[in-house]
């Protein structure tokens, strides 16, 4: 999976599923309308690969902003959404879908397991999105102690979820 070549970690990983959703492009907001079904592939996981997930009230999803313009990747810092009235930030002080590896994580709510078709709701991905893992989400990994954000933060998901 991962290979050291030349002092640099490469790494490559399978698409276990895609996201089924009525979304089509990745505006910023009101994702918690979407529901979605991720359509494992028979091909990676077998169906008991969901056994017992169905107890769980959340999950996390690990997917891939793959429609992403590599010539539109942040490398570097940059406003978040563009607005020049929020601070320049690091892209890894944020969680835009243009990050050096296109990487996404959320955690939604399970509505249903049926065999390799799990039904989300709350899922930030659009249709055909490749999925790369599905974790429970469970409380002990949650934040410990207290945690903060700037102001800016919270502003930007005022309406992410709504």
């Not at 769980?56 to 429609?67: G, L, M, N, P």
Request: include cysteine; hydrophobic fraction near 35%.
């Amino acid at each position: 999976m991962c290979a050291r070549m030349m002092g640099d970690m490469s790494c490559s990983v399978q698409t276990l599923g895609r996201v089924v959703c009525s979304r089509k492009e990745p505006t910023d907001d009101n994702w918690d309308k979407e529901s979605c079904v991720i359509e494992l592939d028979a091909a990676m996981v077998q169906p008991e690969a969901t056994l017992g997930l169905d107890g769980f009230s959340h999950i996390e999803v690990i997917y891939v902003f793959d429609r992403v313009d590599e010539a539109k990747v942040c490398r570097g810092a940059r406003h978040p959404r563009g607005r020049t009235d929020w601070p320049l930030t690091g892209i890894l002080a944020q969680r835009a879908k243009d990050r050096p590896n296109r990487l996404g994580v959320t955690v939604c709510r399970l509505v249903a397991v049926d065999g390799l078709r799990i039904t989300v709701s709350g899922l930030d991905a659009i249709d055909g999105t490749p999925v790369l893992d599905i974790k429970p989400y469970l409380q002990e990994f949650g934040p410990r102690g207290e945690h903060r954000q700037p102001a800016w933060a919270t502003e930007l998901m005022k309406d992410y979820w709504s």
